[in-house]
């Protein structure tokens, strides 16, 4: 888990096609966080970055149904996903996999895409991203993926 600063909330998460096209200093931060946290994960699964291609798109969603559960798609390893939860009140409860965490303000995670994840709460301010290989985007929207270089 990583933070996020409050000035790089302001920039990053206004609506946008791709959060991360925003050309700034504080995108760029919180970029180089992701990629720190994705050459973490690839290490982890013995996946060699480098060669991988990797390439980011992002969606701000400001609600969230708790009826069922969400899953990130791509088909796991080598595809991954994550949350930056935004909201400054109540932290957010969530699950992911079989994993119970909580959220606050300026949390980012990282995990592997295909995962169930449920919500505590319908209510929500967050920026969730996914991260895949260039050879898996075929077929995508031109200009939802930037790389991860």
Known sequence: MDKIKNQQKEKIFKDSFNHFSIYDKNTHSFLIKIKKML???????????????????SYHQKNVSTEHWYDTGGIRIPCFSGIAFLDETDPLEVTIGDKRMSLSSGDVILFESGHKIIYEKSDVNMLSFN?????????QYPQKWIPML
Request: hydrophobic letters at 40%; glycine letters at 4%.
């Open 131 to 139: 991260i895949a290989p260039l050879d898996m985007l075929k077929g």
């Open 39 to 57: 050459k973490d994960a690839c290490a982890n699964h013995e996946i060699n970055y480098d060669r991988t291609f990797y390439f980011i798109s």
